[in-house]
């Protein structure tokens, strides 16, 4: 995580969270590190990870564990704990008038994937205990459903390319993860679509050009 410059300049008004999305290969972390060294001279600038990625995985111990069944719900629901810190600390930034990129964005509208929930409805677990860890998931991915980003940008990449970029992730996978993010709202949220097929140089320059005119 990148903090703000307090002697940058921010925004009177409030600043501007920008999220960066898309499928596994799409670019998109490569992209948030471009723009936040871009605008970086310019105003504050704090760079943040927010997805639910390999280092939120259940960990191999946890898996092979005989505990298996007992550890994996509360490491899921601990991370997303961590993850809802980094959001609250996000937005408080944006609302001192810094500019915050995110590499992904929690969703409240597909479980499983895309970084949303983890967890099954708490109404379809089989105990107390259980739906009341599960509840406690999805009160922070409400909260982050009611604070959408100012701008989204949707990283959009051909299955097939992107699996060549990532090659330990399967083509199938990658594709049905892109047929979901068509189906995101954001809730409402402004979103940018962008041809991550490009080069590396032609994507930075179409999205510094979305980003320039969102400010």
Same mark, same amino acid.
């Given at each position: 995580?990148?903090?703000?410059?307090?002697?940058? *300049?921010?925004?009177?008004?409030?600043?501007v969270?920008? =999220? #960066? !999305?898309? /499928? $596994?290969?799409?670019?998109?972390?490569?992209?948030?590190?471009?723009?936040?060294?871009?605008?970086?001279?310019?105003?504050?600038?704090?760079?943040?990870?927010?997805?639910?990625?390999?280092?939120?995985?259940?960990?191999?111990?946890?898996?092979?564990?005989?505990?298996?069944?007992?550890?994996?719900?509360?490491?899921?629901?601990?991370?997303?704990?961590?993850?809802?810190?980094?959001? *609250?600390?996000?937005?408080?930034?944006?609302?001192?008038? =810094? #500019? !915050?990129? /995110? $590499?992904?964005?929690?969703?409240?509208?597909?479980?499983?994937?895309?970084?949303g929930?983890?967890?099954?409805?708490?109404?379809?677990?089989?105990?107390?205990?259980?739906?009341y860890?599960?509840?406690?998931?999805?009160?922070?991915?409400?909260?982050?459903?009611?604070?959408?980003?100012?701008?989204?940008?949707?990283?959009?990449?051909?299955?097939?390319?992107?699996?060549?970029?990532?090659?330990?992730?399967?083509?199938?996978?990658?594709?049905?993860?892109?047929?979901?993010?068509?189906?995101?709202?954001?809730?409402?949220?402004?979103?940018?679509?962008?041809?991550?097929?490009?080069?590396?140089?032609?994507?930075?320059?179409?999205?510094?050009?979305?980003?320039?005119?969102?400010?």
């Amino acid at each position: 995580v990148n903090s703000p410059n307090l002697f940058r *300049r921010h925004f009177s008004s409030g600043g501007v969270l920008i =999220a #960066v !999305v898309g /499928t $596994d290969g799409a670019g998109k972390s490569t992209l948030t590190n471009e723009l936040g060294e871009w605008l970086n001279w310019k105003v504050d600038v704090k760079t943040v990870y927010l997805g639910s990625g390999q280092r939120y995985q259940v960990p191999q111990f946890v898996q092979q564990s005989v505990l298996k069944n007992i550890l994996t719900i509360p490491w899921i629901v601990g991370s997303s704990i961590v993850r809802w810190f980094w959001l *609250r600390n996000a937005w408080r930034s944006r609302n001192s008038g =810094a #500019v !915050v990129i /995110t $590499d992904r964005y929690p969703q409240n509208e597909i479980r499983y994937n895309n970084d949303g929930p983890r967890l099954p409805d708490p109404a379809d677990m089989n105990s107390k205990m259980k739906q009341y860890v599960a509840k406690i998931e999805n009160r922070l991915y409400q909260w982050a459903e009611k604070m959408p980003p100012d701008l989204v940008i949707f990283l959009d990449v051909d299955p097939s390319v992107a699996s060549e970029r990532v090659s330990d992730t399967e083509k199938a996978k990658i594709d049905s993860k892109k047929q979901q993010f068509n189906e995101l709202s954001f809730s409402g949220a402004k979103v940018i679509k962008i041809d991550a097929n490009q080069s590396k140089k032609e994507v930075i320059r179409e999205t510094k050009r979305a980003v320039w005119d969102e400010l």
